[in-house]
């Protein structure tokens, strides 16, 4: 067995299910989507990051890289071509600017934390204590 390496993630994603719309979820076939992956394309096809940039901010190797990138555009491409659900997830390491944005339902105040700190027990505005992550890492 092979020792896979964890990425380094330093933007997780707002949403971790996308689906093709007024189709039920359990009547798709679902594909899996690393976050690892989807760093890659975020940081080629999004950013615009050099290849060999690209792979040394994720701590991986130009080859697995290239193998990351290739496969995470295949799954992206099956799935919308073929009309499939993408469930986004993985194991990471945080790169330490991975942001979380959090909603307070009180007075919709918004503000962002960075991933690996502790849920906010309120908002820092009215003192609300029902907030919510907008996407990011999915902690409740």
Not at 19 to 37: H, Q, T
Not at 59 to 79: M, P
Request: glycine content about 8%.
């Amino acid at each position: 067995m092979v020792n896979r390496v964890k990425r380094r993630v330093s933007c997780l994603p707002k949403a971790t299910y996308y689906k093709p719309r007024k189709v039920s979820l359990c009547d798709l076939e679902i594909i899996n989507l690393s976050i690892g992956e989807l760093e890659a394309i975020r940081l080629c096809d999004l950013v615009h990051v050099d290849q060999n940039e690209a792979a040394d901010m994720m701590g991986i190797s130009r080859k697995t890289f290239w193998n990351d990138l290739q496969k995470a555009r295949q799954k992206v491409t099956e799935a919308l071509v073929n009309g499939k659900a993408i469930e986004i997830s993985g194991e990471y390491i945080s790169n330490g600017e991975c942001k979380v944005e959090f909603l307070c339902s009180g007075c919709e105040y918004r503000w962002e934390l960075k991933c690996d700190t502790e849920r906010p027990a309120s908002c820092p505005k009215c003192g609300s204590e029902i907030v919510y992550p907008i996407g990011g890492n999915g902690r409740e």
